[in-house]
């Protein structure tokens, strides 16, 4: 007896800096998804307020103190996602009523921090966060790593799932952490998918005897500089966009990737609803020749610790 299930990567653009329009958005593609049969519906990192590209692609704006920097990470905290945020339930409820599972990666405010966070839609409970533990050197300049606390994993009928966003899966330890857990889906969420990524995706599936979706976006310069506007930017940072490269900055490339790392599907560069039924008895058969969390991994010679507690940075003491 099989047991099949049907995954979907909404490749697509988000609308960048402006939350509102970019929710309306994936909850629509999120439906569309749905209604194709998909069970699983993974988005790209970033995709709720879009890659800050100008980290990336031009070299001032990483400089200290920059104007245009410093005007486009205020928009992104007055724009961010904090705690049970409201503008969250059209896509709650979306996958409540279709009992779906819906992986999306976005920006959380957690007091005065930015924190890349993948969110977890799962029906009829609270949103799983994952906040990115380690970051790009770009990315260091605006946002905050995330603790081992929403280093989570959701049960669904079928299976386990779990997320990861770009440079982590680079993490041997977190990878580690990630296959005791025994995924069966894991979300690898990505700005967009180069050689090495696809590399990192396709060494996660076969380590990690997971069925792997693989999660870019697509992003072209006029459109952020559209959603700059949407979210109300007037300011020093519209000089700083000027000078982003011209055309396409992120090109997708999104893939399924099966238990032992083959290209079960993969899209091109433009917006695409990339679907496939996966067999989810592939991921035990797999373990026949590879377990990483039991035949191979010599607990009598390695251990690892993993400290799940939340860091808040301060702690009170009574007087």
Do not use: N
Not at 60 to 77: F, I, K, N, S, V
Not at 163 to 182: I, K, N, V
Not at 272 to 295: F, K, N, Q, S
């Amino acid at each position: 007896m099989t047991h099949k299930l049907k995954v979907a990567i909404v490749q697509d653009s988000p609308v960048p800096l402006a939350i509102a329009p970019g929710l309306d958005k994936a909850v629509a593609k999120a439906r569309e998804a749905i209604e194709k049969g998909a069970r699983v519906v993974a988005f790209g990192e970033g995709f709720l307020g879009g890659y800050p590209a100008w980290l990336e692609h031009v070299a001032p704006a990483r400089l200290w103190d920059h104007p245009g920097t410093r005007e486009l990470h205020a928009l992104m905290l007055d724009q961010a996602l904090s705690g049970e945020d409201p503008r969250f339930q059209p896509l709650q409820w979306t996958v409540d009523i279709a009992d779906v599972a819906v992986s999306i990666g976005g920006y959380e405010r957690v007091r005065q921090s930015l924190y890349a966070t993948q969110f977890l839609f799962r029906p009829k409970a609270p949103v799983l966060r994952h906040r990115k533990l380690i970051l790009s050197p770009a990315e260091k300049l605006m946002l905050g790593q995330g603790d081992g606390s929403t280093l989570g994993l959701h049960t669904a009928p079928w299976g386990r799932i779990g997320q990861l966003a770009s440079t982590e899966h680079w993490m041997p330890l977190a990878r580690a952490a990630m296959h005791h857990e025994g995924e069966t889906v894991h979300v690898a969420a990505w700005p967009s998918l180069t050689d090495i990524a696809m590399l990192a995706s396709a060494h996660y599936a076969y380590e990690g005897r997971a069925f792997v979706l693989a999660a870019g976006t697509v992003q072209h310069k006029q459109e952020l500089i559209a959603g700059y506007e949407k979210a109300g930017g007037d300011g020093s940072a519209r000089k700083l966009l000027d000078r982003l490269p011209e055309g396409q900055i992120q090109h997708g490339h999104s893939a399924i990737l099966a238990p032992d790392g083959a290209v079960i599907a993969q899209a091109g560069a433009a917006p695409e609803m990339l679907m496939a039924e996966i067999d989810l008895d592939e991921v035990d058969r797999g373990l026949a020749t590879m377990d990483v969390d039991g035949a191979q991994a010599r607990h009598d010679v390695f251990e690892l610790s993993v400290d799940r507690r939340a860091r808040a940075g301060i702690v009170e003491k009574a007087a």
